[in-house]
Structure formats: structure tokens, C-alpha cells
């Protein structure tokens, strides 16, 4: 049981260069969703989904694209990197979201990206 | 503006100490999560609470929610507590996580 995987652990791309971060779970969860880690600031929301072919926007979800073509896979996608998507990314996951009783996040180790 | 506001943001102790983080919220909320990030980046966590009170080991989180106000106490603290802690709350459908910016404890042993 390997939980969540996040892959590159580094990145450093070149304004305008694109790639893909990429999220795997194994615990069979719903919900997954992408963070980003800035100093100062908290973790913030860039996109989530609530299980296979859906998904939605959370606070900071522009220069991103996601999709959920099967339950364990959530990979995020930067189209057009910008110095200001430098920054610490954290894949999630949870059975149910913030919902119920005994849902917590699982974090994968996180991606630092820099965009030059 | 945040939604979730921590305090202390930095908290130096020495080993054995009792201490207690923190946090408050301004919106209701579906539940709240405490988080702890250690030096090399990788987050757990520690606890999800929607009321009351829970204990694991030398941690325990509780929760008032009319005051909306949570608090995370360790007690007999080691140098191995040494991290961040975040807090973090899930607010209207449970899927949208708002983060607090963390609490950065080094205990001295």
C-alpha cells in the first residue's frame, strides 16, 4: 500500500514550457485535489475531484489543468509555465473530502517546482 | 482574507514542556484537520474533528464549535515534535480545504 505518489519530487522548467505533475493513490479514494505551498502563505486549493470524470476549480486554479480519467490517477498540468507557478506542490487524497467522520487527507510528498 | 487564522506562527520550547497551538475560523464549518509538516516537507495527519475532543498518544485536538475556535496540545514535549503544524477546515460540501499558515514549533532538548 504505497498511498499517494508524486512524481517529479524536482522540477525546474523555463517560462512557456509545459508538464505534467503526477498523482497516483492506491486506497481506492473519491477525492483528490492538488495544493500549492507558498512561504507565508497557507496551503491553497488549486483544483479538485470528487471521483472519476469529475472534477472543479478551487482557489487558485488558473495556468492549471487537471483531469480524472480513472479513480487512482489526478495528474495536474501547467500549460504555459510562469515564475509566479514556482512554488511547492502537494497531491491529496481522502475516502470523502472533508465529509464524515474518519476522512483524513493523505498527502503525497510534494513537488518543488521552479520556473525560471 | 483567511479563513483560518493560527497563533502562535513561531513557538520555541524546551523538552517536556506542555504545548498548545491555536485556531480559529470565521465560517462554518464540515469539519477541521490538523496537520504536521516535518522539515523534509511530507504532511500527515494528525487529526479530523467536527466536535469535542480527541487523543492520540501525547497529542490531543479539541474543537469548540460555537466559538469556532480549535486547539492542538501535546504534552510532554520531545524534540521529535519539532515541525509545523497546520490547520486546516472544510467548509459547505466538504470539498474545498481552507489552510491555516502554520505554527512552527522547535522543541530544545
Known amino acids: 500500500n504505497a498511498g499517494v505518489t508524486q512524481t517529479p519530487k524536482f522540477q525546474v522548467l523555463k517560462t512557456g514550457q509545459s508538464m505534467t505533475l503526477q498523482c497516483a493513490q492506491d486506497?481506492?479514494?473519491?477525492?483528490m485535489s492538488w495544493y500549492r505551498q507558498d512561504p507565508g502563505m497557507g496551503l491553497r486549493l488549486i483544483h479538485y475531484s470528487v471521483g472519476a470524470g469529475i472534477t472543479d476549480q478551487g482557489e487558485v486554479p488558473n495556468g492549471y489543468n487537471v483531469s480524472r480519467s480513472t479513480t487512482e490517477d489526478f495528474p495536474l498540468r501547467l500549460l504555459s509555465a510562469a515564475p509566479s507557478q514556482t512554488s511547492v506542490y502537494f497531491c491529496?487524497?481522502?475516502?470523502?473530502?472533508?465529509?464524515?467522520?474518519?476522512?483524513?487527507?493523505?498527502f503525497g510528498n510534494g513537488t518543488r517546482l521552479t520556473v525560471t | 482574507k483567511n479563513e483560518v487564522e493560527q497563533s502562535p506562527q513561531n513557538l520555541t520550547a524546551q523538552e517536556g514542556e506542555f504545548i498548545t497551538i491555536n485556531c480559529s475560523y470565521s465560517v462554518g464549518i464540515s469539519a477541521l484537520h490538523w496537520l504536521q509538516q516535518h522539515p523534509g516537507g511530507g504532511i500527515v495527519s494528525l487529526f479530523m474533528?467536527?466536535?469535542g475532543k480527541k487523543k492520540h498518544g501525547r497529542l490531543i485536538a479539541t474543537i469548540n464549535i460555537q466559538e469556532k475556535h480549535s486547539s492542538l496540545h501535546i504534552t510532554a514535549s520531545h524534540p521529535r515534535d519539532s515541525a509545523v503544524y497546520i490547520c486546516a477546515v472544510s467548509m459547505g460540501t466538504g470539498n474545498q480545504f481552507y489552510f491555516g499558515t502554520g505554527t512552527s514549533l522547535t522543541v530544545i532538548p
Open positions: 486506497m481506492n479514494h473519491e477525492y
Open positions: 491529496a487524497s481522502s475516502y470523502s473530502g472533508g465529509q464524515g467522520v474518519g476522512s483524513p487527507l493523505h
Open positions: 474533528l467536527s466536535s
